[in-house]
Structures are given as structure tokens and as C-alpha cells.
């Protein structure tokens, strides 16, 4: 069983700074592709920060500069350091682990955690 759980989130002013972590459990992370997403009411949830297949990080626009996604293979637990906080930055942020099945015909499925609320105050 795969299990994806984020943490971190919470109430900071702008121009802050927040740490989100996620841990993935019952699976081979050195092997997962880890992304985080973020989701407002009314929108659809929108890639904020990932590992691309290659190891290269793909980061959105708006977060650029600002956010880093990062990750630890022995804790099997990926983090997305947050700074420079923004009131648009507000939402629920997810965690997506895109964890290998071993099957050659479907190598990867996708894995969200509950998702962590985070709250940046003007």
C-alpha cells in the first residue's frame, strides 16, 4: 500500500516562509516522481513544483524564484521550501507521487496525499 502525506502547512504572514514535507510510505521513493500541486475553490488544481523524469524541476511561473522543490531518498520524503510568501498563494497544496507498478505496459501510477492547507495573510 502507498501512502502519500504532506505536512507543513499553516498561517503565515507575507513575505514569509513555510516548509511543506511529504512522505511517501509502501513504496520505492528513490524511484518516484514527486510533485507538488495546489488547489483554491472554483479552480482546478495547478502544478506548483516537480521532478521531471530526468531529475530536472519544473516550477510554475508564479512560484518561480521563490518556491524549491527538494527531496531525501533515505527519509523517502520530499519538501517544498516556500518563501516570499504571497495572499495568491494561498491554497490547499497536494503532494503527487508518481510511484513505478513494475508493469511494462503501465510503469507508473499516480498516489495524492490529503493535501495541507496553507494561509499567507496580507
Known amino acids: 500500500q502507498v501512502q502519500v502525506v504532506e505536512h507543513g502547512g499553516g498561517l503565515v504572514q507575507a513575505g514569509g516562509s513555510l516548509r511543506l514535507s511529504c512522505a511517501v510510505s509502501?513504496?520505492?521513493?528513490?524511484?518516484?516522481?514527486i510533485g507538488w500541486y495546489r488547489q483554491t475553490p472554483g479552480k482546478q488544481r495547478e502544478l506548483v513544483a516537480r521532478f521531471t523524469s530526468s531529475g530536472v524541476t519544473k516550477y510554475a511561473d508564479s512560484v518561480k524564484d521563490r518556491f524549491t522543490i527538494s527531496r531525501d531518498n533515505a527519509k523517502n520524503t520530499a519538501y517544498l521550501q516556500m518563501n516570499s510568501l504571497k495572499p495568491e498563494d494561498t491554497a490547499v497544496y497536494y503532494c503527487?507521487?508518481?510511484?513505478?507498478?513494475?508493469?511494462?505496459?503501465?510503469?507508473?501510477?499516480?498516489?495524492w496525499g490529503q493535501g495541507t492547507q496553507v494561509t499567507v495573510s496580507s
Open positions: 509502501g513504496s520505492t521513493f528513490s524511484s518516484s516522481y
Open positions: 503527487n507521487a508518481d510511484v513505478p507498478t513494475g508493469l511494462w505496459d503501465q510503469p507508473y501510477r499516480d498516489y
